[in-house]
Nanobody, 124 residues
Framework: VQLQASGGGLVQPGDSLRLSCAAS????????LAWFRQAPGKEREGVSC????????HYLDSAKGRFTVSRDNARNTVYLQMNSLKPEDTAVYYC??????????????????WGKGTLVTVSS
């Protein structure tokens, strides 16, 4: 299984950025794709989660209203549109996949596959 995240970069506060994660090799058509982030000196946290077979999504409280997760099942790709970015959004962002759907309820433990991260820096 490969998960390839892309789209990170340096932006100013208030700017937008869209991350992409392409998944390949998943052994089931039913899976969730989630975004995580890890800021310097902090623990990794789940940011958003979406399912391949429903419209259900989950967001970290601080992401609600600013971030939108979407997916293209035909391309096994998930996107994270991040608007109104803040310096505290600075982190390495990772995508991960799971054949369970616990992250849709806010439980981001137990992901089965991880991709390499992409760095998002929000700074003036």
């Amino acid at each position: 299984v490969q998960l390839q995240a892309s789209g990170g970069g340096l932006v100013q506060p208030g700017d937008s950025l869209r991350l992409s994660c392409a998944a390949s090799g998943l052994i089931s058509p039913y899976y969730v794709l989630a975004w995580f982030r890890q800021a310097p000196g902090k623990e990794r946290e789940g940011v958003s989660c979406t399912s391949s077979r429903s419209s259900r999504t989950h967001y970290l409280d601080s992401a609600k209203g600013r971030f939108t997760v979407s997916r293209d099942n035909a391309r096994n790709t998930v996107y994270l549109q991040m608007n109104s970015l803040k310096p505290e959004d600075t982190a390495v962002y990772y995508c991960a996949a799971s054949y369970g759907d616990a992250c849709l309820g806010g439980d981001y433990s137990g992901m089965d596959h991880w991709g390499k991260g992409t760095l998002v820096t929000v700074s003036s």
